[in-house]
């Protein structure tokens, strides 16, 4: 009977070993124990496409992934309203599993380029989403910010991997990283999607007071989407041990963003530390 991958299988390293759908053959499971991956470790992910096409729920994978690439978010951020948060990841499952969708393949590529770009802009598309849903933006609104902030890293797919492994020293950050903006925005230049989320993926590393990059835009000059998932963008990124010499917790990023002077909104900061407590 032949068999399938029913998700995504990674060596213990996070490294993509075979692919959601893929075959699975006798050559290939060998190849898996020389991983280290036995077949009783797997069974859960492996079907038959008897049991596959039987069995599966059409939202049964896509929650499973989803649940696998926030779980960070979810040790990180302890209390969030239930309500809010089921709303929200039910409307990015919808946007992150469109099928035929070429943003889909860019959210492929961002997984494989590297998995913990691939859960950060998950955790900016969930809080933009939340803090988006609290001050009442109606559900179109809503599904363009989810979108722009899925992809507001998608420009990373065009910068040398080996800058990104050593993004914490300062020449590389200048030379390679600070262009993932305009490189972002130049990927969604060559595919049909809303100009709200290339304005977005161009805008998210501006600031209010003029400090930002790519361009040094001033308030008035930015996108109100792009001011919501800086805010994401920049809580994530500092309750995130990957970056800047450890994690901050949610408080101290919160505090962090409410005194930087006047390099975020007021206002939508307020609502994510509401959305916190
Ligand atoms: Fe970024």
């Known amino acids: 009977m032949e068999k399938v991958a029913l998700k995504d299988i990674y060596d213990p390293n996070g490294i993509l070993l075979i692919s959601k759908g893929i075959k699975i053959t006798e050559d290939k499971l060998s190849r898996l124990r020389r991983f280290g991956i036995e077949e009783e470790s797997i069974t859960d992910v492996i079907a038959t496409k008897d049991t596959l096409t039987q069995n599966k729920h059409p939202m049964y994978e896509e929650k499973a992934e989803l649940d696998r690439a926030m779980r960070g978010f979810r040790e990180k951020i302890r209390w969030i309203d239930p309500e809010v948060f089921d709303y929200c990841s039910k409307l990015l499952i919808q946007i992150l599993f469109a099928r035929q969708t070429m943003w889909r393949m860019y959210m492929i590529g961002l997984a494989n380029y590297a998995e913990w770009i691939y859960a950060h802009s998950i955790n900016v598309a969930v809080l933009s989403l939340m803090i988006g849903k609290k001050i009442g933006m109606k559900k179109e609104s809503l599904q363009t910010l989810a979108l722009s902030a899925l992809l507001h890293d998608v420009g990373f797919l065009l910068v040398p991997k080996t800058a990104v492994i050593e993004m914490d020293k300062e020449d590389k950050r200048e030379i390679f990283i600070e262009q993932h903006s305009e490189l972002g925005k130049a990927l969604l230049d060559e595919i049909s999607i809303d100009e709200t989320c290339k304005k977005v993926v161009l805008q998210h590393h501006e600031r209010l007071d003029g400090s930002g990059y790519p361009y040094g835009l001033s308030a008035d000059e930015i996108s109100?989407?792009?001011?919501?998932?800086?805010?994401?963008?920049?809580?994530?990124?500092?309750?995130?041990?990957?970056?800047?010499?450890?994690?901050?917790?949610?408080?101290?990023?919160?505090?962090?963003?409410?005194?930087?002077?006047?390099?975020?909104?007021?206002?939508?900061?307020?609502?994510?530390?509401?959305?916190?407590?």
């Open 224 to 277: 109100f989407f792009a001011k919501i998932v800086m805010i994401a963008d920049t809580f994530d990124l500092d309750t995130s041990e990957k970056y800047y010499g450890g994690a901050s917790s949610p408080e101290e990023a919160v505090f962090a963003l409410q005194n930087s002077g006047n390099k975020f909104d007021p206002h939508l900061v307020a609502v994510l530390a509401g959305l916190l407590q």
